[in-house]
């Protein structure tokens, strides 16, 4: 069963970090653009980060210089580094899979989902 787990999420202080990860498995995804997007309550989802599988990575301008996105081919893991959390940063994350390196912003465009994990930022 081809999957994406998507752990560490949580509620934490404004200011503060978190990591999240996403566990990948039933097929090889070392040759996916691996992306993040988040979902806030009564708002469309929306792109975050993503990298592609050469290591070529996007950032959406409200995240940049706060959060970074990895992975680890090798055991099938990509990761979210957020520092600096804000308030607005609160909503649901999801880890996604996609072939191709073009049209990452495009939720549509990812074939394979996580369920999500919860971030809350507090004020």
């Known amino acids: ?3 994406l ?3 560490g999420g949580g509620l934490v202080e404004a200011g503060g970090s ?3 990860s996403c566990a ?3 097929r090889t995804f070392s ?5 993040w997007f988040r979902q806030a309550p009564g708002k469309a989802r929306e792109f975050v980060a993503t990298m592609t ?3 070529v990575i ?3 301008d409200s995240v940049k210089g706060r959060f970074t996105i990895s992975r680890d081919k090798a055991k099938g893991m990509v990761y979210l580094q957020m520092n600096n959390l804000k308030p607005e940063d609160t909503g649901v994350y999801y880890c996604a899979a996609k072939s191709g390196p073009t049209e990452y912003l495009v939720p549509t465009y990812y074939n394979t ?3 999500g994990t919860q971030v809350t930022v507090s004020s």
């Not at 040759?31 to 992306?35: P, V």
């Open 24 to 26: 990948a498995s039933g």
């Open 1 to 3: 069963q081809v999957q």
């Open 31 to 35: 040759r996916d653009t691996m992306g």
């Open 18 to 20: 978190l990591r999240l």
């Open 5 to 7: 787990v998507e752990s």
């Open 53 to 55: 599988w050469f290591d």
């Open 113 to 115: 989902w996580g369920q």
């Open 58 to 60: 996007h950032y959406a």
